[in-house]
């Protein structure tokens, strides 16, 4: 088949503006649109199901404008399977399902052709979206639907552990802890951000028995649900209707719904549906005509490529007003060029401006595309109003992500000070700051995404059981939680993963032969490892409570005062100043705006530190997140290991 050379060129003689493509409802009529304009025919194929021997009937399309195919049937169809079929050079056929379908059958295989709408649950249009005015406004929990209730002690019942429905289950407990929706509502967090549930590869949807995971980024239909998280894989329909009580539940109580979309690579190469479609146009190319593989997976998709681009922003339009979804989280969002970035993110605002969209500012390999064009975080400036994961802030305080047993600034390593205060100050310039310039990169504070855990690499607990396993367990606990404590009382967006408040760990069986040690009993890229590595395991939590209630007591001091949640750079600077101490590593800085003034202080030394307060203080939190409203006016106390708020009594 002919390939292009010059796609901007391309694009402008054949990119088509509408919104219409796929399957659509018009006055009793169903109306399929495609696009590829090298096709020589297109073929619409309709089946009775989601899987065999069952084609109805096949439909040539009609060539319209612009590169697209039409067809139109003058009845309403529903409850119908269907793929197209794309021909080039006469003689090389492909059939393949619709990359604009919406809904699908087992495997993903065969686009579904329904009625959302009558999906709906019971009082859907009723329940409003959480609105979230700034991303600084948010606290992020990520979750992946199996992991969160696949523990047999989440009280989930059996059919629904590991399901969609499993987020719609009150009054869950482990003895006396709660579980799941409920601890999602005890701890605070503002929003839930899903790993992919969008239609992924890896997992066979039709053996719902047999042992498989996957985290989700393999993608195969961008704008279906993943079947393997519904009750019942095999009828589309359930996994809509499933996925939308999901969300109104959430909604119902208070938090917000965001989805991982990975539309940085496909994971199928020449047998995805895009290739198959319209072949060489939707992936980038090296310049020997062989795919480019800039996110590690097998190849990178072309958002600059207009169809693409526009794919990409009707896909999340579609997903944002079909399930409510209140943001979006980027995989590997460095692959995408800056424009698309902008485009989405002005889209996005003209549909709802108070989603949240922030991404990974780095790639999985190398790209052909310049870098000076891609979401790279050292491009931050030219795409201000999208958060980038702070992976600074990450390494200083915990140590480096890739080395096992590098130290951070909670296990010892002193030198992380400089780095962590940028972080702190919402990576954006402050007045006090001079050290660590790569660490000054955000635009403005709701452009850092704080954390220091994620599904990718060591949880916290198990990266401190590697470098600081010198420590006794009570030391490594006291690392946990000043970790904790850093990222939330940071300015910018914190982020925690399911689990981290209360010291989740990803267990593994070493292989036979192989060393056991700290680093081989624990999973650090855990993407299809089985349940006994990554379910949450909700016996820990009462085991833990105390770090639990540690963190819950973090998210109310940061919900309680604007001054740790401060919007812009100047609010930051002007409010934000650190307290010389003598000695960098022990943190002291305070917050003052509105007549309320905090102190802050930060001791990652095994001994105790003192500070002379000048002015009347009590302890807002302690380091078992407590109070004590005790008036303190001169020596305070700092216990080893630990951060504590002092609040200013007034008057």
Known sequence: MYKITDYHQFDIDNAYDGDDLGVRYYDGKTVFKTWSPLATAVYLNLYLGGEGENRLETLPLERIDRGVWYVELLRRVERVYYTFTFEFDYNTRYETADIYARACGINGRRGYIADLKSLDPPGWDSVPRPVCENACDAIVYECHIRDFSSDPDSGIPDEDRGKFTAFTKKGTKYKNVSTCLDHLKELGITHVQLLPVFDYATVDESRPDKAQYNWGYDPLNYNCLEGSYSTDPFDPEARIAQFKQLVMTLH?????????????HTYFTEESAFHKSFPYYYHRLNKDGKFSNGSGCGNETASDHIMYRRFMVNSLKFLAEEYKLDGFRFDLMALHDIETVNYIRDELDRYCPHLLMYGEGWTGGESPLSSDRLAYKWNSYQFARVGLFNDNIRDAIKGGTFNPYDIGYVSGNRNAFHTLKRGIAGSVPHRQLNDAPEACWAFEPDQAVNYCEAHDNHTLWDKLSICAKHFDRQDRVKMDKLAGALVLLS????????????????????????????????????????????????????????????????????KSSPLFRLR???????????????????????????????????????????????????????????????????????????????????G
């Open 568 to 650: 812009t750079k100047e609010e930051v600077d002007a409010c934000l100043n650190f307290e010389d101490t003598g000695d960098g590593s022990f943190i002291v800085f305070t917050l003052e705006g509105n007549g309320d003034k905090f102190l802050i202080a930060v001791n990652p030394y095994t001994e105790e530190r003192h500070i002379e307060l000048r002015e009347k203080y009590y302890i807002r939190l302690n380091e078992e997140g407590k109070m004590n409203k005790f008036p303190i006016s001169s020596n305070a106390v700092i216990p080893p290991i630990s951060l504590i708020v002092f609040k200013r009594i007034n």
């Open 252 to 264: 119902k109580n208070g938090i917000g719904v965001i989805m991982d979309v990975v539309y940085n």
């Open 491 to 558: 300015q910018g967006m914190p982020f925690l993963q399911l689990g981290q408040d209360f010291l989740r760990s990803k267990p593994r069986i070493p292989t036979n032969g192989e060393e056991v040690n700290e680093v081989t009993l624990v999973d650090h890229n855990s993407y299809n490892s089985p349940d006994y590595t990554n379910s949450v395991k909700w016996a820990e939590k009462a085991e833990n409570i105390d770090v639990f209630n540690y963190y819950r007591s973090l998210i109310k001091l940061r």
